[in-house]
């Protein structure tokens, strides 16, 4: 018998030795020959601890990653719908072929259809490049949009300074701008007056039109190639960028869904109204934010389905740890185990014995990894605004989202683990042979 147990742990076991065992009575056998060999038990958990806080982290790791991703890319408006004109012309009787541009009288026609009842916003949008004076004889090349008020709400603009224009300045044709900034890049409006604030009440001249600049607008999330804004946009009222642009021509339709499971049907709908309003061979595409939500979606998931199985490989080497530790234990307990079989001990019951030591083994390590996975995240989301406020930075307490699933499977794969790999230790020792058991040394 192995110098490491108790002096009362082999007569306990062959006091409890019967003929029919209760499982309580295996599971007391399993926490004695645990506290027997307690250092080296304990090492072999350690395998088991390391991969079962592995999972619980890489799967709010990656829960984490694709809540944010979802919403950054949401933040653009996931219940938009944006119509563009794709291609076809419209031949004269002079066979000059011109587009067939969308007109303000396409968003009419949606709005006043059935489809119409679930929009809650919507917005033309004129496109023109013009050298804009910002003073002392200085111009810069920018993208004018003429657009709707009801703009702000379909792109979701979030408001630096100022204010954004009305229906009262649409109406009255007001020489009013917002300067409009993509998220995460330098500030235009900084470039052209030193700040934002600076940037209100100064004045901008196209074509020798003013107009005054009343607000500073920015995308509220990072636009993921899917935004018309650019790094020098300014938006004017549709009304005024007709001034400029001499026609009715949009280049595009923004529409904003009650719903986002109406996003798709609509899509559809308003395609096929606008399609009716045009000649046949006009191509016009609806673009939604769901294809794009849907991959972002998918790709999250794939990448925490590789992480974990990442994760399962640390369980794996942890698995053949316990296995190795159950074989030396099976050797260093023949006699014993023979003694146990000559006074009655059944090979199932030797069998559920080391496997209920190996399970044992496995899910002590999973719990304690699983206790330590899920303070891991708690820790961080508290810890990170104090020392944040330690170096002066101002960084509000946050909660990462942790699955509680992710503990669930954490602690069925380490049970999974204790009998996947306990299994052949435990029919070692049920298979053997009495007679030899009693004479081992």
């Known amino acids: 018998m192995s110098a490491e147990r108790q002096p009362g742990a082999f007569a306990a076991t062959l006091a409890s030795a019967r003929s029919t065992m209760e499982f ?4 007391r056998l399993a926490v004695d020959t ?25 799967v709010t790791l990656g829960g984490t ?20 004109y794709s291609g076809g ?3 004269g009787p002079d066979n000059v072929s011109t587009p067939d541009y969308m007109t303000r009288d396409d968003l009419t ?20 490049h013009e050298q804009v004076g910002v003073g002392n004889g200085i111009t810069k090349e920018t993208m004018l949009l003429g657009v709707s008020p009801e703009y702000r709400q379909v792109r979701n603009l979030r408001m630096l300074a100022g204010r954004f ?19 995460c890049t330098e500030l235009f409006a900084s470039q052209l007056f030193g700040s934002v604030q600076q940037s209100i009440d100064h004045t901008l001249i ?17 636009d993921a190639g899917q935004s018309e804004i650019g790094d020098r946009a300014i938006l004017i009222p549709y009304e005024v960028g007709r001034l400029f642009t001499g026609s009715n021509n949009l280049k595009e339709i923004f529409f904003t869904m009650r719903d986002s ?6 899509a559809r709908q308003i395609t096929s109204i606008i399609q009716n309003r045009h000649r046949a061979t006009s191509v016009y595409k609806p673009q939604t934010l769901t294809d794009v939500l849907n991959i972002m979606n998918n790709v999250a998931n794939m990448l925490t389905i590789v992480f974990t199985l990442a994760a399962l490989i640390t369980l794996a080497v942890a698995g053949v740890g316990i296995m190795n530790s159950m074989l030396a234990n099976v050797q260093a307990r023949t006699r014993e185990i023979g003694i146990r079989k000559a006074v009655g001990a059944t090979r199932r019951e030797i069998r559920l014995q080391f496997l209920t030591e190996s399970v044992f083994l496995s899910l002590s390590g999973g719990i304690v990894g699983t206790i330590l996975g899920l303070a891991g995240p708690a820790l961080i989301g508290f810890l990170v605004p104090i020392v944040g406020k330690l170096f002066g930075a101002d960084i509000p307490a946050f909660r990462i989202p942790i699955s509680p699933w992710s503990a669930v499977f954490a602690l069925g794969t380490s049970v999974l683990v204790g009998v996947f790999f306990g299994t052949f230790p435990a029919n070692r020792a049920a298979a053997l042979d009495p007679v030899e058991t009693l004479k081992y040394e």
């Open 34 to 58: 645990f506290c027997a060999s307690k250092v080296r038990f304990l090492l072999t958990m350690l395998g088991m601890v390391i991969g079962s806080a592995s999972i619980i982290i890489v």
């Open 89 to 91: 012309n419209v031949v």
């Open 65 to 84: 990653g694709k809540s944010y991703a979802l919403d950054t890319i949401s933040g653009l408006g996931p219940n938009k719908v944006e119509m563009q």
């Open 165 to 183: 224009f009305d229906d009262e300045d649409a109406n009255q044709h007001a020489k009013v701008a917002v300067i409009v900034e993509p998220c």
């Open 109 to 128: 026609a949606v709005l006043e259809a059935p489809v119409g009842a679930g929009i809650v916003a919507s917005s033309p949008m004129l496109e023109d």
């Open 206 to 222: 196209v074509r020798g039109v003013p107009l005054t600049v009343i607000g500073v607008a920015m995308e509220k999330s990072y």
């Open 261 to 266: 499971s109406m996003v798709e049907p609509a």
């Open 24 to 27: 309580r009575e295996v599971f």
